[in-house]
């Protein structure tokens, strides 16, 4: 009867502990987190942030305020630009036949931020504005199906957004149909978009 209740005991033991490691990171594990909770407090954490603020500020002395970098780079970064991002996104991915200018040239963080979002993709700003400040054009004229429709097909910048139908749990604008990175085919396309079928891919005609 004993050994059976001590057993009890201890199963429930392991079941309360098993249930505080499966919590998210909260303010106590992490101390950062004490003075900079409100960096994290948006939709979308970048998955890196909860791994720890030190996997990217490395070698960040934050013992005193104002902290000090370790490294050779500021803020205690253990690299710099795409380079730090690297280190755990594969590179190929931002390499094909058509690599999007900004991601060619630029930092990675013209389009995302480093630590946390309101926006999917941990984007800087609502998505299809971010892509319509430097393509101010495509909302002049009607896009992707003029004959059809004489306001051309939505692009996700309407007040009621449509859901991606094939990207599940995202919201459809442009990257539904462009690769933001890279991409083998023109246009930074996702498809072949010579003929019908492309709209078949999202429509029932
Ligand atoms: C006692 C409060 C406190 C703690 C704990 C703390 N910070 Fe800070 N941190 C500050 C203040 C205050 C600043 C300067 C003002 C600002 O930029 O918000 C700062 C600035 C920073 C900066 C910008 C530094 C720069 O050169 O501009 C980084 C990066 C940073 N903290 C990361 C961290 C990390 C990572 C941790 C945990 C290892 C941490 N902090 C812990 C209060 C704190
Ligand atoms: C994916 C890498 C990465 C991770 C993980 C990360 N940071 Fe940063 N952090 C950066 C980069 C890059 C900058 C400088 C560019 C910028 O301002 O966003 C920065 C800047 C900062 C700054 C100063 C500028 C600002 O945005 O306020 C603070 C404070 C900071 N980080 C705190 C933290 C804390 C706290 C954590 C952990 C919860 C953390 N960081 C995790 C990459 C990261
Ligand atoms: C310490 C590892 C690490 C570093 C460094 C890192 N990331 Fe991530 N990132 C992850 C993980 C893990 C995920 C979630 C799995 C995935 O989507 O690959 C992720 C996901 C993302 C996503 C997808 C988010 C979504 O909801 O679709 C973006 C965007 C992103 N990271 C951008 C960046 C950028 C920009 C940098 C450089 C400033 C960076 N990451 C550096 C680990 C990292
Ligand atoms: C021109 C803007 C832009 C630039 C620059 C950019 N991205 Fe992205 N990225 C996006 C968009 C848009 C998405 C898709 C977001 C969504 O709707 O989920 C995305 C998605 C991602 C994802 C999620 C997985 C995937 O491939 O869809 C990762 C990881 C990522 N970006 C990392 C990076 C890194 C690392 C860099 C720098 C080498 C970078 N991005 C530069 C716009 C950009
Ligand atoms: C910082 C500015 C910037 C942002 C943000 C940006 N682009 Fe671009 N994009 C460019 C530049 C520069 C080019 C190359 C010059 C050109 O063809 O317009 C380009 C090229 C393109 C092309 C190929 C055009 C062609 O004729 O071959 C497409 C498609 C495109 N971008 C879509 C997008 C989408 C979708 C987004 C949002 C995820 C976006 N862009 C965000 C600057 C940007
Ligand atoms: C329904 C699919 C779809 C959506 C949504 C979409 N595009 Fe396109 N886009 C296309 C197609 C198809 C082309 C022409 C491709 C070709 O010629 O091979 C194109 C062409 C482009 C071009 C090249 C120049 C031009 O106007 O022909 C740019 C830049 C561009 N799109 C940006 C965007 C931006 C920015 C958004 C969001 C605001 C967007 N697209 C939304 C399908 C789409
Ligand atoms: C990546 C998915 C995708 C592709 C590819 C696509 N569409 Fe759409 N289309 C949508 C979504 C999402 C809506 C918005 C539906 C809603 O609001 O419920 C839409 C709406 C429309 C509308 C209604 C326009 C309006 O003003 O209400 C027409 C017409 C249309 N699409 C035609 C086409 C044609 C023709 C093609 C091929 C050239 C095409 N679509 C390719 C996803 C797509």
Same mark, same amino acid.
């Given at each position: ?15 309360? %502990? ?34 720890? @603020?030190?996997? @990217? ?9 104002? /902290?000090?970098?370790? &490294? ?6 253990? =690299? ?21 200018? $900004? %991601?060619?040239?630029? $930092?990675?963080? *013209? ?16 998505? =299809? ?11 002049? &004229? $009607?896009? %992707? ?10 692009? *996700? ?17 442009? %990257?539904?149909?462009?690769? $933001? /990175? ?19 891919? @999202?429509?029932?005609?």
């Amino acid at each position: 009867m004993k050994t059976q209740r001590n057993l009890l005991v201890s199963l429930f033991c392991a079941v309360v %502990v098993a249930l505080i490691y499966a919590l998210p990171v909260q303010a106590e594990d992490n101390p950062c987190l004490k003075c900079h909770a409100k960096l994290l407090q948006k939709k979308e954490v970048h998955a890196a942030a909860n791994m720890g @603020c030190d996997s @990217c500020h490395e070698e960040l002395d934050a013992s005193a305020v104002p /902290h000090k970098s370790k &490294g050779k780079f500021a803020m205690g970064l253990s =690299a710099e630009g795409p380079a730090l991002c690297a280190n755990c996104h594969d590179k190929k991915l931002f390499k094909g036949k058509m690599v999007h200018a $900004p %991601v060619e040239g630029g $930092p990675c963080l *013209g389009c995302h931020d480093a630590h946390a979002s309101d926006y999917q993709g941990v984007l800087k700003k609502e998505p =299809a504005a971010l892509c319509l400040d430097c393509h101010p054009d495509v909302k002049k &004229g $009607p896009h %992707v199906i003029a004959g059809f429709s004489r306001g051309g097909h939505p692009l *996700g910048n309407e007040t009621k957004a449509a859901q991606d139908p094939l990207r599940p749990g995202k919201k459809f604008y442009c %990257v539904s149909c462009h690769e $933001p /990175h890279r991409s083998e085919l023109p246009k930074l396309s996702r498809f072949v978009t010579k003929n019908m079928a492309s709209c078949q891919k @999202c429509h029932k005609m």
